[in-house]
């Protein structure tokens, strides 16, 4: 049976040849995506909406050229996130469709998920004020002629989610055991109670051997990965880059 590979995206099995989804489109390789021509006229119409959580009044820029660049210094400028490089976010058009990539790195361009999603190890997640990524777990080293280290017993954990802390520092660290790890801030595995931004039952990650699979379980705010590279982007998608969330509107182009 030939290799297969999963969309980072949607999660669909693809030949390893394929380059990209069968089911979504998107690039199955971080890299450069080709930004396909396609007439102007055959596009959709595209706005990018800051979203704001205490209800105030929200700004919507329509996409009018081929990009469309969030930052501190860019076509949406977000001056005031420290948290944001002066050029983040780029949207365009590949073809007829609108795909998004992060070109500034740092702290990282976060998208809501819609359906489950596999996290690879080194990817990372945010729920409310959490970020979090994942890390296998080494196996333990013998000592001086094959002796052993003596410890706790090892349940088999695999995988286990690291807090990143404000200023690059590590947090604590959870181990994730087989089968369904539920996040929450009053109920799970791992809770984090004095968030106020994570649902009380916010997310499973389900991990089976050394693959983990991450649900939202119907949290208030989402729960966001961060992007490994360009994807395509669908009408409602959010994105968390910094303390900002965005929002894309896209609309059918007019006959």
């Known amino acids: 049976m030939d290799a297969m590979e999963y969309c980072p995206r949607c999660d669909t099995e693809n030949p390893r040849d394929a380059s990209v989804c069968r089911a979504c489109g998107s690039p199955l390789r971080s890299g450069t995506m080709v930004m396909a021509v396609a007439s102007v006229a055959s596009r ?3 706005s990018i909406r800051v979203v704001r959580a205490d209800g ?3 700004s919507v820029v329509r996409m009018q050229r081929d990009t469309l660049t969030c930052g501190q210094q860019a076509d949406i400028s977000l001056t005031d996130d420290p948290f944001i490089m002066p050029l983040q976010v780029r949207f365009f058009f590949s073809g007829i469709r609108l795909a998004v990539e992060d070109v500034g790195g740092a702290n990282g361009v976060f998208v809501r998920l819609r359906q489950e999603r596999e996290l690879p190890p080194g990817g990372e997640l945010r729920l409310g004020r959490q970020r979090l990524v994942l890390e296998p777990i080494p196996t333990a080293a013998t000592g001086p002629g094959g002796t052993q ?7 088999g ?3 286990r989610l690291v807090q990143l802390l404000e200023g690059g520092l590590r947090g604590g660290a959870f181990p994730l055991r087989e ?6 801030r009053e109920q799970g595995d791992l ?3 004095t968030d106020g931004f994570v649902s009380g039952r916010h997310a499973v990650l389900q991990v089976r051997q050394d693959r ?6 119907g949290s208030s705010n989402g729960t966001f990965i961060r992007l490994s590279g360009p994807t395509f982007v669908d009408n409602g998608d959010h994105f968390l880059i910094g303390r900002q969330l965005l929002r894309v509107e896209i609309q059918a182009p007019t006959s």
């Open 191 to 193: 809770t984090f109670p």
């Open 179 to 184: 089968g369904d790890n539920l996040l929450g």
């Open 44 to 46: 959709p119409q595209v």
């Open 157 to 159: 954990y695999r995988l």
């Open 56 to 58: 105030g009044p929200e």
């Open 149 to 155: 280290v003596w410890g706790s017993p090892d349940p």
């Open 212 to 217: 983990l699979q991450v649900r939202d379980v």
